[in-house]
């Protein structure tokens, strides 16, 4: 029984290292691609969402993206300092702030169009075909789900 127990200390066996490895990947392949941007890999997650949404409130993007406030507001910093997005605070709520893509923002999102069909290229081989691919990506959306559903409420009765 313990034998078992401490094979489940073996690298192969964690699922953490593959979805850690995947994800430095990932960002790797993204790096010359987003490097022609002048952009990096955070900034253009924040940037699809408001290619998607145009404009939307700080938290809704941190939901969207996973990200707490004080990750995400140095990143809109930057978009902001370099022109792609702006930020406009509620007259009735100084809190509340609403996130919304420049001229130059909105133009950017036609040079980084190529960019989903380029990673999706570097994904698939032989050996990981296309539907295979897709399988992969909606069950990991819902791992990635499960896991920040429990932070959230490990998070929320620590407080």
Request: proline share 4%.
């Amino acid at each position: 029984m313990e034998e078992n127990r401490l094979k489940d200390l073996h690298l192969d066996r964690q699922i953490c290292f593959l979805l850690y490895a995947a994800s430095r990947q990932a960002t790797k392949v993204y790096g010359p691609l987003l490097k022609e941007l002048d952009i990096t890999y955070p900034q253009y997650l924040v940037l699809l969402v408001l290619w998607e949404h145009k404009e939307m409130k700080v938290s809704e993007i941190g939901k969207l993206l996973m990200l707490e406030s004080n990750t995400l507001t140095p990143l809109l910093k930057r978009l902001e300092q370099r022109g792609l997005v702006f930020r406009l605070r509620s007259s009735t709520d100084e809190r509340c702030v609403t996130i919304s893509l420049t001229e130059n923002g909105e133009q950017l999102k036609y040079k980084a169009c190529t960019i989903p069909g380029k990673i999706a290229d570097t994904f698939v081989d032989d050996s990981v075909p296309i539907p295979e691919l897709e399988t992969f990506q909606k069950t990991l959306a819902k791992v990635v789900n499960v896991l920040y559903e429990k932070n959230t409420m490990q998070a929320d009765s620590e407080l």
